[in-house]
């Protein structure tokens, strides 16, 4: 801001910081809901809410849609670089716009988060707090115990002011998603959960129990394979992880990352049309059935919707290569994406119906 001589330097400072106040945006301004009551509710139903990342129009559409015609409630989850890569300022319209696409679906109160994926600063989650996002996650599980502990609550006291929820995570994922990447994973110490969620003050916790990030969970030796198929069989989830957790955290909202099935007909759709997903793996749907009747309360997913979009993409690419609208493409993709949504919704989480 220019100076200006009439103003003391004082004034001016309270100036800056009310028409930076008055920048910020709410999100029960837009609509938006935190996910507390919505995580209460699904640990006593025994289902878990749905949490898909996105970086687009058409994968916007396709959530919401699936969303508001199961009437699940849902997490529209953005990543750092999906945020960069979309706008902020563009985002926070879209997430305004969902809201009233979704009603003018019918879906009369639409209970919809949007929440930041693995936040990596006090600042970015503050960036998002002030601009429309009802949840944030803050990722210290990389760093020592204790300067996890400081910057997650460091978040937690920011956030609350606005009613914001915040995610923590205690434990490291193996795999690669956005700037997030892990060699190999280790389990989250269920010694430390208790001391994690009273310091820190955080609604909910990501733990490590095996799942992992992107397309390749699993490398081909630490899997087996199917005789009949010849295909990769993962290794079974750590529940003996979970439930140690549980104890400890008696209804404490816990939430799983990295928890794409990585389903076997999109990867063979796009490797018979030119693609190149050799030995691609992911958590089998009937452990993520199991998690969601827990204390699991939040399922990441992302590849899926990664690997349906592109499937579709592929297909027409190959199959009408004279094609060049693309609406052409992405819609194929767009309906893909929710056909695949709603399968989560239904048959995977157990969240449909439990937004009327
Ligand atoms: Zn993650």
Redesign the pocket.
């Known amino acids: 801001m220019a100076r200006c001589a009439d103003i003391p330097a004082s004034f001016e400072k309270d100036l800056v910081t009310f028409i930076n106040l008055t920048k910020m945006v709410n999100y029960k301004d837009l609509g938006l809901v935190n996910t507390r009551e919505m995580f209460a509710k699904a640990i006593k139903g025994g289902y878990a809410i749905p949490a898909f990342n996105f970086n687009n129009m058409e994968q916007l559409q396709a959530i919401i849609k699936a969303a508001a015609e199961t009437k699940s409630p849902v997490i529209l989850q953005v990543s750092k670089g999906a945020r960069n890569y979309a706008n902020a300022t563009l985002l926070r319209y879209m997430a305004e716009g969902a809201v009233e696409y979704a009603k003018e679906l019918g879906w009369e109160h639409p209970q919809i988060v949007l929440h930041l994926?693995?936040g990596d600063s006090f600042e970015l989650c503050k960036s998002c707090v002030d601009s429309g996002f009802s949840s944030v996650m803050i990722?210290g599980s990389h760093l020592p115990y204790e300067e996890n502990v400081a910057l997650t609550k460091k978040v937690v006291e920011y956030a609350h002011q606005y009613d914001v929820t915040v995610e923590g995570e205690l434990g490291v994922?193996a795999g690669v998603?956005d700037e997030?990447s892990a060699d190999h994973h280790t389990y989250t110490n269920p010694e430390e959960v208790i001391d994690f969620a009273t310091r820190t003050g955080c609604d909910s916790l990501?733990i490590s129990i095996g799942t992992s990030?992107g397309a390749y969970k699993f490398k081909p030796e630490q899997c087996t394979r199917d005789p009949k198929t010849g295909r990769l069989v993962p290794p079974p989830l750590a529940f003996d992880v979970l439930d140690a957790v549980m104890e400890k955290l008696p209804g404490f909202p816990i939430v799983l990352?990295?928890s794409s099935s990585v389903p076997q007909e999109y990867v063979d759709i796009i490797n018979a049309n030119g693609g190149k997903l050799p030995d691609a793996i992911g958590i089998p749907e009937e452990e993520l059935r199991k998690a969601a009747k827990s204390a699991v309360c939040k399922i990441?997913i992302?590849s899926d919707s990664r690997l349906a979009m592109t499937a579709a993409v592929r297909k027409v690419f190959n199959e009408k290569p004279q094609e060049f609208d693309p609406r052409k493409y992405l819609g194929p993709a767009r309906d893909e994406m929710e056909k695949l949504y709603k399968h989560k919704i239904i048959n995977v989480l157990g969240s449909e119906g439990k937004a009327e």
């Open positions: 994926d693995h990722d994922l998603e997030v990501a990030h990352h990295g990441n992302d």
